[in-house]
């Protein structure tokens, strides 16, 4: 049986920021260097085999890797090393120096139950600890990475965490903004469970630089991301204070340390201009709707569009993904005898019950993947967003509509 898998880029990223630089907190103190590959196999699935995320929930994807050295939080003398790469030096960071800097650039308070990777292993620099400044603890982590980039720069609006429209978010607040130095910083206030059915909350703080630097801060008002209970209200830090740790320059320096082959593009995505790539597929799901539909709202990224679409009869939410060069997934996608068109191309279809929180919802896909390898998903729900509640008993649009949508030959000129 194929297997189905549906993302919201947005919630991909804000999964990454909760989990890729969270996850080790589930269980505070444990090892993570079975998470760390953990991670590395899902991060190759998700750049060769699937649109990330899962039906399931926002998946976890566990941290950590072959260099990590628990240790109690105190700060101990450490010195860096330095690695020659050619001939050129550059200082190495290990994971105590990683969390003896987020512990310096905290508020006053006491850090503890710490956990670290440096810049030597195959994963990225990570930080993560509980924070308490007298009013309850807080679980913190910081995620850092580097975007590939061409000639040097990127642009940081195109990059950093969007903010989506408010009624698909589940946030209480989403804001992102520029930056003196050209840095494009996303602050956010949400749940660590979109649906609220606990009130662990997640706040954070997603910036990337015009030279690609990539820092991820989070923060929870628990002890960890899950399995403990509430200690207090709201996260230990305000959103002034999540921006400017995500922006300290000490962040920049360790980035700058990370070894080129630590940073990998994800292959299979789109690598257009991210803000023309976006309007294209608006514009080809615009002329592909049915004419009763009327659009209420859309957006999307890279790769990935949505709208939120009205018949008369309520609103339905429709999103439509799209990934280059995912041949070599067909089989594990769409299994051994799928659905083959006359050109080659494989289809796969599924109806059943949303899996993002909402009572009532269902989610309805089409899957699609052309014989070059290009996948164009389509799914539909009976609800404004994935997370809320059933607005109709069906999604606005039947499966045969939606298969229409997904096989639309306006679709493979896109990407590339």
């Given at each position: 049986?194929?297997?189905?898998?549906?993302?919201?880029?947005?919630?991909?990223?804000?999964?990454?920021?909760?989990?890729?630089?969270?996850?080790?907190?589930?269980?505070?103190?444990?090892?993570?260097?079975?998470?760390?590959?953990?991670?590395?196999?899902?991060?190759?699935?998700?750049?060769?085999?699937?649109?990330?995320?899962?039906?399931?929930?926002?998946?976890?994807?566990?941290?950590?890797?072959?260099?990590?050295?628990?240790?109690?939080?105190?700060?101990?003398?450490?010195?860096?090393?330095?690695?020659?790469?050619?001939?050129?030096?550059?200082?190495?960071?290990?994971?105590?120096?990683?969390?003896?800097?987020?512990?310096?650039?905290?508020?006053?308070?006491?850090?503890?139950?710490?956990?670290?990777?440096?810049?030597?292993?195959?994963?990225?620099?990570?930080?993560?600890?509980?924070?308490?400044?007298?009013?309850?603890?807080?679980?913190?982590?910081?995620?850092?990475?580097?975007?590939?980039?061409?000639?040097?720069?990127v642009d940081p609006s195109a990059q950093v965490m969007p903010c989506p429209d408010g009624e698909q978010s589940g946030l209480d607040s989403c804001e992102t903004e520029v930056l003196a130095?050209?840095?494009?910083?996303?602050?956010?206030?949400?749940?660590?469970?979109?649906?609220?059915?606990?009130?662990?909350?997640?706040?954070?703080?997603?910036?990337?630089?015009?030279?690609?630097?990539?820092?991820?801060?989070?923060?929870?008002?628990?002890?960890?991301?899950?399995?403990?209970?509430?200690?207090?209200?709201?996260?230990?830090?305000?959103?002034?204070?999540?921006?400017?740790?995500?922006?300290?320059?000490?962040?920049?320096?360790?980035?700058?340390?990370?070894?080129?082959?630590?940073?990998?593009?994800?292959?299979?995505?789109?690598?257009?201009?991210?803000?023309?790539?976006?309007?294209?597929?608006?514009?080809?799901?615009?002329?592909?709707?049915?004419?009763?539909?009327?659009?209420?709202?859309?957006?999307?990224?890279?790769?990935?569009?949505?709208?939120?679409?009205?018949?008369?009869?309520?609103?339905?939410?429709?999103?439509?993904?799209?990934?280059?060069?995912?041949?070599?997934?067909?089989?594990?996608?769409?299994?051994?005898?799928?659905?083959?068109?006359?050109?080659?191309?494989?289809?796969?279809?599924?109806?059943?019950?949303?899996?993002?929180?909402?009572?009532?919802?269902?989610?309805?896909?089409?899957?699609?993947?052309?014989?070059?390898?290009?996948?164009?998903?389509?799914?539909?729900?009976?609800?404004?967003?994935?997370?809320?509640?059933?607005?109709?008993?069906?999604?606005?649009?039947?499966?045969?509509?939606?298969?229409?949508?997904?096989?639309?030959?306006?679709?493979?000129?896109?990407?590339?």
């Open positions: 049986m194929p297997v189905h898998q549906y993302s919201d880029p947005f919630e991909e990223r804000l999964s990454a920021a909760l989990h890729e630089t969270g996850g080790a907190l589930i269980n505070p103190g444990a090892p993570l260097t079975a998470a760390g590959r953990a991670r590395g196999i899902r991060l190759r699935l998700r750049r060769r085999a699937t649109i990330a995320g899962g039906a399931a929930s926002l998946a976890l994807v566990g941290v950590g890797g072959a260099l990590l050295v628990p240790w109690d939080g105190t700060p101990a003398p450490h010195p860096s090393s330095v690695a020659a790469t050619g001939s050129t030096a550059k200082p190495a960071y290990s994971a105590d120096d990683v969390v003896r800097t987020l512990q310096k650039l905290l508020p006053k308070g006491k850090f503890s139950r710490t956990e670290a990777r440096g810049t030597g292993g195959e994963l990225p620099p990570l930080a993560v600890g509980v924070f308490d400044d007298g009013k309850g603890e807080g679980a913190i982590s910081v995620g850092l990475d580097r975007i590939p980039t061409k000639a040097g720069k130095d050209g840095s494009a910083v996303t602050v956010y206030q949400g749940y660590e469970y979109p649906d609220r059915r606990e009130d662990t909350k997640a706040w954070g703080a997603d910036l990337v630089t015009p030279a690609g630097q990539h820092v991820s801060v989070v923060e929870w008002n628990a002890a960890a991301e899950k399995g403990k209970p509430v200690s207090r209200p709201e996260p230990p830090l305000t959103t002034a204070r999540l921006k400017a740790l995500a922006a300290a320059s000490e962040w920049r320096r360790i980035i700058a340390a990370i070894p080129e082959e630590t940073v990998q593009p994800n292959p299979s995505t789109p690598r257009a201009d991210p803000g023309l790539q976006l309007q294209r597929m608006l514009a080809v799901l615009r002329t592909t709707l049915p004419e009763n539909l009327k659009i209420v709202s859309s957006g999307g990224q890279e790769g990935f569009a949505y709208a939120v679409v009205d018949d008369g009869k309520g609103r339905s939410y429709l999103q439509v993904n799209l990934q280059l060069n995912m041949s070599d997934a067909a089989d594990q996608l769409y299994g051994s005898d799928p659905e083959t068109l006359s050109d080659g191309t494989r289809v796969a279809t599924s109806q059943g019950p949303g899996e993002k929180g909402g009572e009532g919802v269902v989610l309805w896909i089409v899957d699609t993947m052309r014989a070059d390898g290009r996948r164009v998903v389509i799914s539909a729900f009976n609800s404004g967003s994935q997370s809320t509640a059933a607005t109709r008993a069906e999604p606005a649009l039947t499966i045969a509509q939606l298969r229409k949508i997904a096989l639309s030959p306006q679709w493979d000129v896109l990407g590339g």
